[in-house]
């Protein structure tokens, strides 16, 4: 290339005329300000200039990217004595008072937010139980028969609706526990009196659906339960609340961990005192007996594993649940096997329990100790803070 | 020779909304005499659902993997695995709270026993990094693992632990999980099934076209299987992180930049051989750790074939009038541009200023509005005469209209292309400029001082008077117009065509491959060493030896008993075109 261009002006930077000199940089015409009277320390000017970069910076090649953006090259560093922009952003960087800096407390995390949407789903298996429920008090026969079915399948949706969105949405949607949960339920509604008949020679004929009769239909703690929808919700979304509040605000793992406890046993109080009153209102409203222990223990147990499952951990959830089903389903197997012959000895512990707790005995046993065991679980886990970062992650 | 390229590109290659799309298509379909396997981690969803470029017949293979999506792979560990991530990760972290790679070492003259720290550190962080991908290919996955409480722990006891940095003391929780779920993000390269020896490891060499997350399958695969790697970096990914860096609280950001700078300086360490694109990115790497024996300047290559035209008749244009072409964006400083030609037309009142371009998202439309006010305030419309309609001396324009049909238009315009950027990288226009056999004024950005060589006029940035003299001075002197044009024009098609790019990466595979082979040791059916299997005709271009032979890499990892992997023979490409 140079043969050629022996005779050609170089124009590079300094040759021409006027386009390179010492005002160059620090005179950018009329536009410039006057404190340009950089005198004997020009870094420092360009310190000044650039304050906000030198004080965000955490190390020199920030500063020397950042000058770089603003134009300053090799070239212009060499002005300030310095052979590259590197040298430079390093005598910067040290030159930048530290010490005083008093670090601006952290910006608090984006908190979730109440949205009309979930809390109005939450409010449609409560009220569509409710219906449901009235349903079948007006109706005999066979149209009760299409009304509870129609009930039952309105709740189903209406759930999992609620439970799709909001603070009770599941991270992690492989590990399906409709089935399990669809037991405890329906135990709820119908266990009672089929153990009932089953310890006393029966079912003689299927469930009418009045909450009389020989297989009676216990509707309040299945209308408590989706009435609680609402408190479920809102406990979660206090607990989620208040542990990214706390979350900002710990500086330590450990010192989390342990502000988070009470938030969670908290949370899990209150769930439990707003599902109580609403059991007693049901009962009151239906005029059935009581069943504060079954459902309130059943009640805890869906509340955790729900609040587990939001935070991904759904492997406990679903064990926990399954054990609870199944020692359900074993204890009435237990009654009816106990009818063949030389297995009367199969219904003997289920038969003391019934004799000293009554009906409840069993539901209460299983879904009690299912929902201790998830309890201590969600007190090791849910006051992890990687347990509650996982929502701030896009 | 033959030489089998695995082409490792994220958010690139193969897809058609890829970064660097255009130069690895051209390379590749440059060297058809070598075959390429290419590697592409995907940036986010809609680059998958659009789908890839046309592949040439060289292409044998395409893995793809998206780093954007990494669910949980739900595998569990033991107790003892548990353990062994735990002291690499803890140890990955306890580097990171030492600082970054780039603090201590380096040009500042910094005294030996803090370099040999500075090294130790590196050690430590190369060998916490290689422990955990070892692990993650152990046990299949390490993004469990990488997202949990064990995981925050260690970073907690990292920072917590004497001599970290005074910013990483100072972490609080959010910004722990912010760490962790960066540095999650950072190593999902590491989960990848890449590095058996049907993947990157029956590879002679693995090219990265990026630093940061391409680079570092390229680094494992180099660690497994000894696979030498080539590192292209056009832009630096450590200055884009810096420049990048999310609004986080100075423990998030120092520690993320002392991942960043200890991953760049193992690959820069690690690399056989390391392109930069441009003088800039060069001195960037060098200051970052790479020896400056390993670097090689390879400049990007352009399509020289439509300016030809343009280029080889440069008279047509109208004498009086400046052009600029490109991207409108801040970052252009039009503003400066504007402010200039007002001094330019005090000395020569006819001169017009064609700005060409579109603008670049909502900030880019907003610049334009800005300085198409400012140039309406600055310039008042003029017309020819009493009776002809004015017209604003500034005209904003973009490609495509009828004036300006393409883009050698756009520079045939002009007598003089001005380029008034405050940042550039590789300043694109300025070449197509030169291609066009234009004159050029620019500013002293970027790497535009070794792109033009002699064959411009250079100012200071943010200097309009300075800008303004230079064209003047340039708009006066029809001939050396003419002079600058032709230079320019020369040295362009001599260092910034596709052909030199191309021609440039064969000599370094060539090169890389003829002193760092990748030695394999050949099987035959039944299992055992092959003599012979690998002829020295081998070695002479074309392909000799049996297709059917089996290698694998000597000191890679085992290979599974029974199923030793063809190394030369071609699987089908994977996934649809």
Redesign the interface.
């Known amino acids: 290339m140079s043969s050629g261009l022996g005779g050609l002006d170089r124009p590079g930077a300094p040759t021409s005329p006027g386009t390179w000199d010492e005002r160059s940089e620090p005179t950018t015409g009329p536009r410039s300000t006057p404190t340009r009277r950089t005198g004997a320390d020009p870094v420092k000017a360009l310190m000044h200039r650039h304050r906000d970069l030198c004080e965000r910076a955490v190390d020199p090649l920030e500063i020397a990217a950042g000058l770089e953006a603003h134009g300053i090259s090799d070239r212009t560093a060499s002005r300030f004595l310095h052979r590259d922009v590197f040298s430079l952003a390093e005598e910067m960087y040290a030159r930048v008072s530290r010490g005083a800096e008093a670090a601006p407390g952290p910006a608090p995390l984006a908190t979730p937010r109440a949205r009309a949407d979930w809390i109005l789903l939450t409010l449609l298996p409560g009220v569509l139980c409710a219906a449901a429920v009235t349903a079948l008090h007006l109706t005999h026969g066979q149209s009760r028969l299409i009304a509870a079915a129609s009930g039952a399948l309105a709740v189903t949706l209406a759930l999992r609706a609620a439970l799709s969105r909001g603070p009770l949405a599941p991270t992690d949607r492989r590990h399906p526990t409709t089935a399990r949960v669809s037991w405890l339920v329906g135990y709820a509604l119908l266990g009672d009196g089929l153990l009932r008949a089953a310890a006393t020679g029966g079912p003689d004929a299927l469930p009418t659906g009045a909450a009389e009769g020989p297989w009676p239909l216990t509707t309040a703690p299945v209308l408590a339960l989706t009435l609680s929808c609402v408190p479920a919700a809102w406990c979660a979304h206090l607990l989620a609340v208040r542990a990214r509040r706390k979350l900002s605000s710990s500086r330590a793992l450990a010192e989390f961990a342990t502000s988070a406890k009470p938030l969670l046993l908290g949370a899990f109080t209150l769930y439990l005192c707003a599902l109580a009153a609403l059991l007693a209102i049901a009962t009151t409203a239906l005029d059935q007996p009581s069943t504060y222990p079954q459902t309130l223990t059943l009640g805890a147990l869906l509340f955790l594993c729900r609040l587990l499952t939001s935070h991904g951990f759904t492997h406990a959830p679903v064990l926990v649940l399954t054990a609870a089903a199944s020692a359900e389903a074993t204890a009435l197997a237990a009654l009816f096997a106990a009818r063949l012959p030389g297995c009367a000895w199969l219904a003997t512990p289920v038969q003391a329990l019934i004799d000293t707790g009554g009906q409840a005995a069993i539901p209460t046993i299983a879904c009690g100790t299912a929902a201790l065991t998830l309890l201590l679980h969600a007190t090791r886990t849910l006051t992890r803070a990687s347990a509650h970062a996982t929502q701030n992650q896009p | 020779m033959l030489v089998r390229i695995g082409l490792i590109a994220e958010g690139g290659y193969p897809y058609v909304s890829g970064d660097a799309r255009l130069w690895c298509d051209r390379l590749v379909r440059g060297l058809g005499q070598h075959e390429f396997d290419i590697y592409a981690l995907s940036r986010n969803e809609r680059q998958e659902d659009e789908g890839w470029v046309p592949l040439p017949p060289q292409v044998s293979r395409v893995r793809t993997a998206p780093l954007w999506a990494a669910e949980?792979d739900g595998v569990v560990y033991g107790r003892r695995v548990r353990r062994r991530f735990a002291e690499y990760y803890g140890e990955l972290v306890a580097a990171l709270c030492a600082?970054?790679a780039?603090?201590a070492s380096?040009?500042?003259g910094v005294a030996g026993a803090s370099e040999d720290a500075s090294a130790t550190e590196a050690d430590r962080f190369g060998n916490a990094l290689y422990g955990l991908a070892e692990l993650a290919r152990d046990e299949g996955g390490l993004v469990g693992a990488l997202?949990?409480?064990a995981?925050?722990?260690a970073l907690?006891r990292a920072c917590r632990a004497p001599g970290a940095l005074?910013?990483a003391r100072?972490a609080?929780?959010?910004?722990?999980?912010a760490v962790?779920?960066h540095l999650e993000r950072a190593l999902r390269p590491l989960s990848l099934d890449w590095y058996e020896d049907d993947g990157l490891g029956s590879v002679d060499l693995c090219h990265a076209t990026s630093g940061g997350a391409a680079a570092l399958p390229g680094l494992l695969a180099h660690h497994f299987c000894g696979v030498p790697l080539l590192l292209t970096e056009y832009g630096v990914r450590?200055?884009t992180h810096?420049?990048a860096?999310p609004e986080a609280?100075?423990a998030v950001?120092?520690l993320l930049?002392a991942l960043h700078?200890r991953l760049a300086a193992e690959t820069y360490a690690r690399a056989a051989l390391i392109t930069p694109g441009n003088g800039h990115a060069r001195?960037w790497q060098e200051?970052?750790g790479a020896d400056r024996a390993k670097l090689r300047t390879v400049y990007p290559g352009m399509d020289a074939s439509p300016f030809a035209e343009v280029g080889e008749a440069p008279e047509g244009s109208d004498p009086d009038s400046l052009v600029w072409v490109g991207r409108i964006e801040p970052a252009k400083d039009i503003v400066?541009l504007l402010?200039a030609f007002a001094?330019v037309r005090k000395e020569e009142p006819k001169t017009r200023l064609r700005i060409v371009g579109a603008p670049s998202g909502a900030e880019g439309a907003a610049y334009l509005g800005h300085c198409r006010a400012l140039a309406a305030q600055l310039f008042p419309d003029e017309a020819e005469g009493p009776h002809t309609v004015g017209d604003n001396p500034v005209s904003f324009e973009e490609i495509g209209g009828p004036e300006i049909p393409t883009l050698a238009d756009a520079y045939a315009s002009g007598a003089v292309a001005v380029l008034s950027s405050?940042?550039e990288g590789f300043p694109i226009g300025l070449v197509e400029a030169m291609f066009s056999g234009r004159a050029t004024v620019s500013?002293?950005?970027g790497a535009v001082?070794e792109v033009i060589?002699?064959?411009?006029?250079?100012?200071?940035?943010?200097?309009?008077?300075?800008l303004a003299?230079?064209c003047v001075?340039l708009l006066r002197d029809p001939e050396?117009r003419a002079?600058?044009g032709a230079?320019a024009r020369?040295?362009a098609l001599?260092l910034f065509t596709v052909e030199q790019n191309v021609a440039a990466f064969h000599g370094i595979y060539l090169e890389i491959v003829s002193r760092t082979p990748v030695r394999r040791l050949a099987l035959d059916e039944a299992g055992d060493p092959l003599p012979f299997a690998v002829p020295a005709e081998a070695h002479v271009p074309g392909r000799w030896t049996e297709r059917t032979a089996r290698l694998v890499a000597r000191g890679g990892p085992a290979r599974p008993p029974g199923a030793p992997v063809r190394a030369t023979a071609l699987p089908a490409a994977e996934g649809a075109l």
């Open positions: 949980d600082g970054g780039t603090g380096g040009a500042s997202r949990s409480e995981a925050v722990r907690e005074r910013t100072e609080r929780v959010p910004d722990l999980l962790a779920a450590l200055r810096y420049l860096a609280s100075a950001r120092s930049a700078g001195r200051r970052c400066s402010h001094e405050v940042v500013t002293d950005v001082v060589g002699g064959t411009g006029l250079v100012v200071p940035p943010r200097n309009p008077r300075a003299e230079a001075a050396r002079r600058l230079a020369a040295r001599e």
